[in-house]
């Protein structure tokens, strides 16, 4: 059995998840060179908002800085440096 949330809250959820992807996605597209020439290959970078909001050796180091600094939308894009585009995500 398949549970869906089609109420106009989850549809505005999402559309909102949708957005900041959009966004997010298109700042790194816009920054991938400048990832890629100023962090070390393997390095975790967060974009958020359309900017790189911070960067650490590990995902779990990136999700304590983001935390530590109050960026706790789930939907910030966490992109490794040099490893080409990121795959959209979806996180249960």
């Known amino acids: 059995m398949v549970i869906t949330d089609d109420t106009d809250d989850a549809r505005a959820r999402r559309a909102a998840a949708d957005a900041a992807y959009e966004v ?7 920054l991938r060179a ?4 100023t962090y070390p290959p393997g390095r975790q970078v967060a974009i958020d908002g359309g900017r790189i909001v911070a960067d650490a ?3 779990p180091a990136l ?3 983001l935390n530590e600094i109050g ?6 894009l966490v992109v490794t ?3 080409g585009d990121p795959e959209p ?4």
């Open 24 to 30: 997010n996605f298109a700042a790194y597209l816009r």
């Open 34 to 37: 400048e990832i890629d020439a």
């Open 57 to 59: 050796d590990t995902y």
């Open 63 to 65: 999700n304590a800085r």
């Open 71 to 76: 960026r706790t939308d789930p939907h910030a």
């Open 81 to 83: 440096a040099g490893e």
């Open 89 to 92: 995500l979806d996180i249960l």
